[in-house]
């Protein structure tokens, strides 16, 4: 279309901001909603990104700017930020999840699974020399610290911390015979 001295293209530009007609031609719709589809926004969020143009279009009728040169240049620019602006919401989205997941806890194991945890455990502590299975049971059972231990026991720290080093060493490696774990 040759501009003739009036501006190229506006569609209902003009008048959109005082008469309420839409500023979006039929054919600058269509451009929209290409430009989008190019862009990789999906189907159900073309209607939405059409609207985010109309809107766009009207706050700067509204504002009282000058319109675009070409409206349906200046829609398409508009169409294509869109797309871009929803692909990184997206990744933004990913990554907010991926962060999320690795929060959450870990799955518990069934009550089946729990049986045979608790089983292969206690076979693996029977296995265990008694000096290590004592620490181990104080340890984790009993909830005492190293230190509380070392007192109760009479030995020194270096002494219990060295036994329940080589007693869960000897139990991880039981449970992985087992298949537990």
């Known amino acids: 279309m040759l501009r003739g001295g009036g501006r190229r293209d506006q569609g209902a530009y003009a008048g959109a901001d005082r008469t309420g007609e839409d500023p979006l031609d039929a054919a600058q719709e269509r451009r929209v909603r290409a430009v989008l589809a190019l862009g990789g926004v999906p189907q159900t969020d073309l209607l939405d990104g059409v609207q985010q143009v109309r809107l766009r279009l ?3 009728a509204a504002s009282g700017r000058e319109a675009p040169r070409d409206v349906s240049a200046w829609v398409a620019v508009v169409a294509s930020n869109l797309a871009m602006d929803w692909h990184r919401a997206k990744r933004r989205q990913e990554r907010l999840g ?3 997941a690795s929060l959450r806890e870990p799955v518990h194991p069934s009550g089946e699974e729990t049986s045979l945890l608790s089983l292969a455990v206690a076979r693996g502590l029977d296995e265990l020399p008694d000096a290590q299975r004592q620490v181990v049971i104080l340890r ?4 005492l610290p190293v230190r509380a231990i070392a ?3 009479g030995i020194p720290e270096g002494t219990v911390k060295s036994r329940l080093h080589t007693a869960v060493r000897a139990l991880r490696e039981r449970l992985h015979e087992d298949e537990v774990v």
């Open 151 to 153: 007192e109760e026991l």
């Open 140 to 143: 984790f059972f009993g909830d």
């Open 98 to 100: 991926e962060r999320l």
């Open 58 to 60: 009207l706050e700067r």
